[in-house]
């Protein structure tokens, strides 16, 4: 079955480094691939997202996210963190269905 | 501009009374969706619509209801509360399937 999986429950970097969310996924062909971000007792906001062409995408907020199809992985990163990107992150996919898959979600918490 | 709505933020029920949860989107997308949200789990989904009059089952459908008798409004039906249904639910929106979904801010829903 088509799947996401989010290695990390909990992430914590310090304000000002770099950040590397992991995830994977388990599809035949290439999936849509998304990243959203959830603050806390907010709903979720639309990082970016991959279909085909480029493997590198650009997203909001000054994240960036990699498809690398010999890893099967949509890797979600930031060079710089800052203390306002403390959250919860996931990974979601479209299959041949009609509605987003998520990932269980990684917390990231950012120390001064 | 509102976005996707959701009404109440937060309820408290007993076993065995029903509720419905509102959502409300103003940006003409046809397709709308419920899930729910546990601690550790990510996002569950419910039911979806692709238009108005149509609706469909999705992962976690068993005690909840929905209609899609408009495109602005998705309401979820609860009929006989129980304590697994103790969740967060959110509503969101999109104008297509592959697009990036609008999210509501969400229910708390409390079974006691």
């Known amino acids: 079955a088509q799947s996401v999986t989010q290695p990390d429950i909990h992430i914590t970097v310090s304000e000002g480094a770099s950040l590397e969310l992991r995830c994977n996924y388990s599809y035949g062909a290439t999936p849509y691939l998304f990243w959203y971000v959830q603050s806390p007792g907010q709903g979720l906001q639309l990082l970016l997202k991959?279909?085909?062409?480029?493997?590198l995408v650009q997203g909001i907020k000054g994240f960036e996210a990699e498809f690398k199809r010999s890893q099967s992985s949509f890797n979600l990163r930031k060079p710089s963190v800052h203390w306002s990107d403390a959250a919860e992150y996931f990974c979601a996919y479209i299959d041949s269905g009609y509605a987003l898959n998520f990932g269980k979600g990684t917390s990231l918490l950012v120390t001064p | 501009n509102a976005g996707v709505t959701q009404t109440p933020k937060f309820r408290i029920l007993k076993i065995g009374q029903s509720m419905t949860l509102q959502c409300t989107q103003d940006?003409?997308?046809?397709?709308m969706y419920w899930y729910r949200q546990d601690p550790g789990m990510g996002l569950k989904l419910i039911y979806y619509?692709?238009?108005?009059?149509?609706?469909d089952k999705g992962e976690v459908p068993n005690g909840y209801n929905v209609s899609r008798s408009t495109t602005e409004d998705f309401p979820l039906r609860l009929e006989l509360a129980a304590p697994s249904q103790t969740s967060v639910y959110f509503c969101?929106?999109?104008?297509?399937?592959?697009?990036?979904?609008?999210f509501g801010s969400g229910t708390r829903l409390t079974v006691v």
């Open positions: 940006m003409n997308h046809n397709y």
């Open positions: 619509s692709v238009g108005a009059g149509i609706t």
């Open positions: 969101a929106s999109s104008p297509g399937t592959i697009n990036g979904y609008t």
């Open positions: 991959y279909f085909s062409g480029d493997t």
